[in-house]
């Protein structure tokens, strides 16, 4: 079965500073992993997703991850934070084929000014 | 394009009484999921639909929660009788296909609180 775990559920930046949300993942079969952002009050967007080849992806607002199957790690990164990007980040993987995609608990990132 | 709607966006109710969400997917999206967000975790898969069928309605306490998307477009969600624990956020997920790495366009959440 697959499952992810988010390592930290808040982490906390200055603004300008790097951000790293980790998460690990356990999966049977080869995995397609997705970071999803959740802001106050509204739905899960989509951050990037990784399917196949490159293992590293860029997303949108500045964000990457990179998939490394021999960690079974897919971190979250920015080189430098914006008050912007204060949020909820989940990490989610896709299950068998067909199913329904499995989250993270979510990490609560907040940044200082 | 219009994103996935949800409603109502709040609901207050007394334990034992019942509720009811309604989605309405994306234009074209055969596939249809309720997901349940309990303040602190990750969302749950409730129930998923491909056009009007079911593929996975493992994690859906059948004894209260009930769903149905009968032209295989909008979907309802009901929970009778509800119990405190069923206090959370239901979101509404559509996509274009169930096939690997089809992403999940959310709805902005119907958040129920029980009494």
């Known amino acids: 079965a697959q499952s992810v775990t988010q390592l930290g559920s808040h982490v906390s930046v200055s603004e300008g500073a790097l951000v790293l949300l980790r998460c690990n993942y356990s999966?049977?079969?080869?995995?397609?992993l997705f970071w999803y952002v959740q802001y106050p009050n509204q739905g899960l967007q989509l951050l990037l997703k990784y399917t196949t080849g490159a293992t590293l992806v860029k997303g949108i607002n500045g964000f990457e991850a990179e998939f490394k199957k021999s960690e079974t790690s897919f971190h979250l990164t920015k080189p430098s934070a914006h008050m912007s990007d204060a949020a909820e980040y989940f990490c989610a993987v896709e299950g068998q084929a067909g199913t329904a995609l499995i989250f993270g608990k979510g990490t609560t990132l907040s940044v200082s000014s | 394009e219009a994103g996935v709607a949800q409603s109502p966006r709040y609901k207050i109710i007394e334990k034992r009484q019942s509720v009811a969400f309604w989605c309405n997917p994306i234009s074209g999206h055969a596939t249809l999921y309720w997901y349940q967000q309990i303040l602190g975790q990750g969302p749950k898969l409730l129930i998923q639909?491909?056009?009007?069928?079911?593929?996975?309605d493992s994690q859906l306490p059948k004894d209260r929660f009930s769903a149905e998307r009968l032209k295989g477009v909008d979907s309802t969600l009901k929970i009778q009788p509800a119990k405190l624990e069923d206090s959370a956020v239901y979101l509404c997920?559509?996509?274009?296909?169930?096939?690997?790495?089809?992403?999940?366009?959310f709805g902005e959440g119907s958040r129920l609180t029980v009494l």
């Open positions: 639909f491909q056009n009007n069928g079911v593929v996975d």
């Open positions: 997920a559509s996509s274009f296909t169930t096939h690997k790495s089809g992403e999940l366009f």
């Open positions: 999966s049977s079969v080869p995995p397609y």
